[in-house]
């Protein structure tokens, strides 16, 4: 299946601090979905983005599309004790029948 | 919010047994989809269903996994024979259409001893 990368792999940062994190694909995608995991439950979608260039933001957090439809990358903004957890991007197949899912990057924030 | 719902939350069976995880997809959802996750691993796709058919499936899925929609509301995926390396969390997810952001359970986390 599809490779989706993300880096970093984890992050280890203080409270109000700005995060970055990004995930890069072999092959170009029209659809990139951020999501979020908490311990021990689901994930929870957060951004879905749909066109290349589109900056969509949710609140603190601000994805982005690459223009070579092949990245995307997810900021968080002021970072706060419940951001902790592990994001995942996603992008579908060419059939649409699924969504390859990412590396994932763990996100611990110290307060 | 409506949301897909999983049970049970946790499973512990023996090697060889058959174990059924149980899915409540989101009412107007179209498209169901199990994926699994081993601990402190990425999440993998197991199988998707469509139409009351499955519409693509991963490797992972062998003989030894199906899945049924007995009922309008409900999905189930059945391991028939399980195996150690079967321990993992189980998540269900639905979607609008195909191609549209899925919506996941809580999972089921199911220990093979």
């Known amino acids: 299946g599809q490779q989706l990368n993300q880096s970093p792999q984890s992050m280890f940062i203080q409270e109000g601090e700005d995060v970055s994190m990004n995930c890069t694909s072999s092959s170009i995608f029209n659809t990139w979905l951020w999501y979020k995991q908490d311990p021990g439950e689901g994930p929870v979608l957060l951004i879905a983005l749909y066109k290349a260039g589109e900056l969509t933001s949710n609140g603190r957090l601000t994805a982005q599309f690459g223009i070579t439809r092949k990245d995307s990358f997810l900021n968080i903004s002021a970072s706060i004790p419940s951001d902790v957890g592990i994001y995942f991007c996603?992008?579908?197949?060419?059939?649409?029948?699924?969504?390859?899912f990412g590396t994932g990057t763990s996100l611990t924030v110290i307060p | 919010e409506p949301e897909v719902t999983q049970t049970p939350s946790h499973q512990v069976t023996q090697m060889g047994q058959e174990v059924i995880l149980r899915c409540v997809p989101i009412?107007?959802?179209?498209?169901f989809y199990w994926y699994r996750q081993i601990l402190g691993q990425k999440v993998e796709f197991l199988v998707s269903?469509?139409?009351?058919?499955?519409?693509?499936k991963s490797e992972i899925f062998d003989d030894q996994f199906s899945v049924e929609r007995p009922d309008g509301s409900n999905f189930t995926l059945k391991i028939r024979s399980t195996k150690l390396e079967d321990s993992a969390m189980y998540f269900c997810?639905?979607?609008?259409?195909?191609?549209?952001?899925?919506?996941f359970g809580n999972g089921t986390r199911l220990t093979v001893t």
């Open positions: 996603a992008g579908p197949s060419n059939t649409g029948n699924q969504f390859y």
């Open positions: 997810a639905s979607s609008v259409t195909g191609g549209s952001p899925l919506h």
């Open positions: 269903f469509y139409n009351n058919e499955i519409s693509e």
């Open positions: 009412s107007n959802h179209l498209y």
